[in-house]
């Protein structure tokens, strides 16, 4: 399955919301993709407001913690979505970049929304592309 790939700093907030919300839509929809989050810089664990708001949310995330994306995983993602962080120079495709979300602790329902916006947005751009 092609797989997108949420990359944040910490792995502990908005990739983990946007891969979350790309799973869930994907599967809504029969689009044949799917997500996974990293970071560059992995903190030990998901944020508590992370936590909280996707368990309201209705998502289960128990198993799930922040993991230091890998060389491999850049390289085998169809698509490559950054939140306020660099990856390594030598990338083989271009980096969808969603900055200037704010912080998931400051705010959890604003930043999730705005995140979702953007997660709506690229499925249907890829519904689309998967129907040409």
């Known amino acids: 399955m092609p797989e ?3 990359v944040c700093e910490l792995g502990a907030a908005r990739s983990t919301i ?3 919300y790309f799973n869930k839509l994907a599967k809504e929809r029969g689009l044949g993709y799917g997500a996974i989050f990293r970071a560059t810089n992995p903190d030990l664990a998901l944020k508590p407001a992370t936590i909280k708001g996707l368990t309201e949310d209705g998502f289960d995330i128990r198993n799930q913690a922040p993991k230091l994306v890998s060389q491999t995983e850049i390289n085998s993602a169809v698509q ?16 969808t970049q969603w900055n200037g979300i704010p912080p998931i602790s400051e705010n959890y329902d604003l930043a999730r929304d705005q995140i979702l916006e953007k997660v709506q947005q ?6 689309e592309k998967a129907k040409k």
């Open 122 to 127: 690229l499925i249907t751009e890829l519904t």
């Open 18 to 20: 946007a891969a979350a």
């Open 4 to 6: 997108i790939l949420f």
């Open 80 to 95: 490559i979505v950054t939140f306020d962080c660099n990856l390594p120079d030598k990338l083989s495709r271009p980096v």
